[in-house]
T-cell receptor, first 116, second 112 residues
Framework: NAGVTQTPKFQVLKTGQSMTLQCAQD?????MSWYRQDPGMGLRLIHY???????DQGEVPNGYNVSRSTTEDFPLRLLSAAPSQTSVYFC???????????????FGAGSRLTVL | GQQLNQSPQSMFIQEGEDVSMNCTSS?????WLWYKQDPGEGPVLLIA?????ELTSNGRLTAQFGITRKDSFLNISASIPSDVGIYFC????????????FGKGTHLIIQP
């Protein structure tokens, strides 16, 4: 049981390049989400999904696209990277969108992205 | 939008000391969570709180859901070196799937 797996762990891009951050979970979780973490800013929600085929925007969605074709995978796409997207990105999942009892958000180890 | 104020931003303490940190919200929450993040890793859940007034312990950690539903605190007793890290509070106010609001974190540094 690997939990939430993110790849790559580190990536350097030039401004204008595109890339996809991968996220996979093997816990059969319905809910998946992407956060970015910046110094002094805490974690901010980019996009989330409550199930395959369903996605929605979070607090800071601009410049990012997501899709959810399977329950297991939730990739985050940067179509044209900008220096402001330099950050650490975390994927997280939970059994459902309702937090109660043992159902809480489990995070991946993060992907550190630098845009030059 | 919702705002979470977490304090202190950082703490420099001696090993063996007790630690206290808190979060306050501009709106009422129905869930409070406390996470710890080690360097190079993702946040890991420490304690989850679902009822106003709830007091929950996890080993040397104790957290409480404030009675006003706008605040929560985390205490760590008898700190040890492995307690070093960033502690985040997170709260949720509704039943929607719009995720959690996170505090900016408390950076705990322990001096031997």
């Amino acid at each position: 049981n690997a939990g939430v797996t993110q790849t790559p762990k580190f990536q350097v891009l030039k401004t204008g390049q595109s890339m996809t951050l991968q996220c996979a979970q093997d816990m059969n979780h319905e809910y998946m989400s992407w956060y970015r973490q910046d110094p002094g800013m805490g974690l901010r929600l980019i996009h989330y999904s409550v199930g395959a085929g369903i996605t929605d925007q979070g607090e800071v969605p601009n410049g990012y696209n997501v899709s959810r074709s399977t329950t297991e995978d939730f990739p985050l796409r940067l179509l044209s990277a900008a220096p402001s997207q330099t950050s650490v990105y975390f994927c997280a999942s939970s059994y459902s969108k309702y937090y109660s009892g043992a159902n809480v958000l489990t995070f991946g180890a993060g992907s550190r992205l630098t845009v030059l | 939008g919702q705002q979470l104020n977490q304090s202190p931003q950082s703490m420099f303490i001696q090993e063996g000391e007790d630690v206290s940190m808190n979060c306050t919200s501009s709106s009422i929450f129905n869930t409070w969570l406390w996470y710890k993040q080690d360097p190079g890793e993702g946040p890991v859940l420490l304690i989850a709180l679902y009822k106003a007034g709830e007091l929950t312990s996890n080993g040397r950690l104790t957290a409480q859901f404030g009675i006003t539903r706008k605040d929560s605190f985390l205490n760590i007793s008898a700190s040890i070196p492995s307690d070093v890290g960033i502690y985040f509070c997170a709260g949720r106010s509704g039943g929607g799937a719009d995720g959690l609001t996170f505090g900016k974190g408390t950076h705990l540094i322990i001096q031997p």
